[in-house]
């Protein structure tokens, strides 16, 4: 079977998986939401021609308008377009604290009023960046460690497999906030404290793949042609082995989203007024016994996200497993 | 066997190094150095100057080089002393003797929780395979496992507490519990319990009934059951009797395995619930960046699960006579 038909029916197989797609689609239109929010959700105008200018706000905003109006300007403007939901998520508003939802505020307003949705659609960004670098990360620390261990064996796979037996001692959410609690709070680093914590898993994965594949007739060809370790390891081992490795950091990004709202949750992770899930839940948990929609919706948002990486996760497994050949039963 | 246990055992003395050192690593790691760190997380330690600071590093050891600290706090830890806490100047050890209780119950009772719920669960499921029953319990089981545990606390409080009034939101007792009978005691300390278990626990069901389905799914091809329904057993006396005996060794190893997402999860729930134990502790330290409790209690929390692999691995072995260590 040549590489390109493999992909293509691994890819057919996902397409039939009704669920597996369920969670792709909701995934592509959680990055295109992420991706347009400051078109979806902003007080500035999309588009407005104002004294004969045309103007994109929520793009750029020129140096003489920064302290601008922008509720007049659409006023006085000859035709402007406004974005669906026209609140910015970090626009305070005394006047709206802690609304329940309204046909003006859908999802209601936090404590300093602001739109609950706004600051969700905004927030998306965050959680679907911190899944895919937090993953990134240690699917790099990962995926080298455990080849270095499964490839080269002997004193150098004892030494890895120690330290990956040394890490997973700790319980994941004392290692991340303790190195949280000692460095200036940001979202990158989140993401990098996320991405070297949770390696492990993904270089016992690799390290597996490796040993099984390292004695396969193959490879013995390729290192009696001589060919480098390195050109072995990463073009001849790899490719074979990476499959069941990108089914763990499919589970990973969604366990990466949860890490990172309970962080936020915390209070350890993404920083005021920056817009993010866990601080909306945060709030809810302030103000728990009068605001119902503070908790709902955010919450609501991570459980959708976390259970759509996990099906498909669980549709890539099914798709890359040749013993299953039915629907997704190997869960 | 026992040369088996003996290497398990001595294996986790590196093991016990590494810990420390990486504990001590990460303490280290930060800009600037604990004893400033913990003063700008003090308000008092916002008014003291410079030269205090310096005193304060001095007292603390903290000007000495780095393997020397190491050695110093690698000596005391040996001897079970954790230092004193920055913020009350109680011993570290004496802190974490208080909370360890509260945390070991609620994760003792989550464990057990799991495995009633899990284990008929999974079986049922295996003896039913494919059937409606069995993808029904998969998918809730899977819809269960995506919900984030901090949402189902919130929604767990607003319902069962500010609606209904059922069970309290926090705390492991009422207030006036000292004056109670033990029989109203008891049944108070069990309502405060039950929202916190409720969020424990869910997590895990899905995980440990399906590996008691896949595993007896495994056992249930191997060659004795076919063996045993060839002899005419009954299907009931094949499943309970000879499949779930052998389907449960793995599982043995899954107790340890489950120790450390408990203790983790414990700083989420118990901070939520106000429950005073280790989790609850370690994020009091961390708000005021009491870098001698951090520091013990990350070593402590992993050396417990350290103890708790240890043993599943021992017990693994006791159960299964097949393990050799290689």
């Known amino acids: 079977m040549n590489k390109k038909s493999y992909r293509h029916f691994i890819f057919r197989k996902i397409l039939h998986n009704r669920l597996a797609l369920t969670g792709g689609i909701f995934i592509i239109i959680l990055s295109l939401i992420a991706f347009f929010a400051s078109l979806i959700a902003n007080d500035k105008p999309i588009l407005v021609i104002y004294q004969n200018r045309l103007l994109l706000p929520c793009i750029y905003v020129p140096q003489d308008l920064k302290q601008a109006d922008w509720l007049n300007i659409i006023n006085k403007s000859d035709f402007s377009i406004s974005p669906p939901i026209p609140y910015s998520p970090i626009g305070v508003n005394l006047n709206e604290c802690l609304l329940a939802p309204s046909p003006s505020h859908w999802l209601g307003t936090d404590e300093n009023g602001r739109d609950v949705l706004a600051r969700m659609i905004h927030g998306s960004r965050i959680s679907l960046q911190v899944g895919i670098i937090a993953v990134g990360i240690s699917l790099i620390v990962g995926v080298y460690l455990g080849a270095m261990a499964g490839y080269y064996g002997g004193w150098l796979d004892s030494l890895i497999s120690r330290f990956i037996e040394i890490m997973m001692c700790f319980p994941f959410f004392f290692l991340v906030l303790a190195v949280m609690a000692f460095l200036e709070p940001g979202i990158y680093k989140i993401m990098i404290v996320i991405g070297l914590t949770s390696w492990t898993g993904i270089a016992r994965l690799t390290r597996g793949e490796f040993i099984k594949i390292r004695n396969e007739e193959y490879i013995l060809a390729a290192r009696c042609l001589g060919l480098s370790n390195s050109k072995i390891i990463f073009r001849h081992i790899l490719p074979n082995a990476i499959a069941p490795v990108l089914v763990s950091a499919t589970f990973g990004i969604a366990s990466a989203v949860l890490v990172e709202s309970s962080l936020t949750f915390l209070g350890f992770g993404v920083q005021i007024p920056t817009a993010s899930w866990g601080e909306i839940l945060s709030q809810g948990h302030k103000y728990l016994t009068i605001a119902w929609w503070l908790p709902l919706f955010p919450g609501l948002a991570i459980f959708l996200t976390v259970l759509a990486y996990n099906l498909l996760g669980e549709g890539l497994r099914d798709a890359l497993d040749p013993r299953l050949t039915g629907s997704g039963d190997s869960w | ?326």
């Open chain 2, 1 to 326: 066997m026992w040369s088996y246990i003996l290497r398990r055992v001595l294996l986790a003395i590196p093991t016990f190094i590494g810990i420390s050192l990486i504990t001590f690593f990460i303490m280290h790691l930060a800009p600037g150095d604990p004893a400033t760190m913990a003063l700008q997380g003090d308000s008092i330690g916002k008014g003291m100057s410079a030269a205090n600071i310096e005193q304060m590093k001095e007292t603390l050891g903290l000007n000495d080089a780095l393997p020397v600290q190491y050695f110093r706090w690698m000596k005391r830890l040996v001897c079970l002393d954790l230092g004193e806490s920055l913020k009350d100047h109680r011993k570290v050890t004496e802190k974490i003797w208080e909370a360890l209780p509260n945390t070991l119950l609620l994760n003792l009772l989550a464990l057990i929780v799991v495995y009633i719920v899990s284990l008929p669960l999974g079986v049922f499921s295996a003896e039913k395979q494919n059937t409606f029953f069995d993808k029904s319990i998969t998918t809730a089981l899977f819809i269960l496992y995506a919900i984030p545990v901090i949402w189902l606390a919130l929604l767990l409080i607003m319902l069962f507490y500010v609606k209904l009034n059922w069970f309290p939101a926090s705390g492991i007792q009422s207030l006036d519990s000292e004056y109670m009978r033990w029989w109203p005691w008891l049944f108070d300390r069990l309502k405060h319990m039950i929202l916190p278990l409720v969020c424990f626990s869910y997590a895990g069901f899905a995980v440990i009934s399906r590996y008691v389905r896949s595993s007896m799914l495994e056992v249930i091809r191997q060659d004795y059951i076919r063996t045993a329904r060839a002899k005419g057993l009954s299907e009931h006396k094949v499943i309970y009797k000879h499949a779930l005996s052998n389907a449960l060794i793995p599982i043995v190893t899954l107790l340890g395995l489950e120790l450390p997402g408990l203790l983790g999860g414990s700083v989420i729930i118990e901070q939520i619930f106000s429950w005073p134990g280790l989790g609850w502790l370690f994020f009091d330290a961390l708000n005021s960046r009491d870098y001698t409790v951090i520091m013990g209690l990350t070593v402590f929390t992993s050396i417990l699960v350290l103890l708790s692999t240890l043993l599943s691995d021992i017990l693994y072995a006791v159960v299964d006579p097949r393990i050799h260590y290689e």
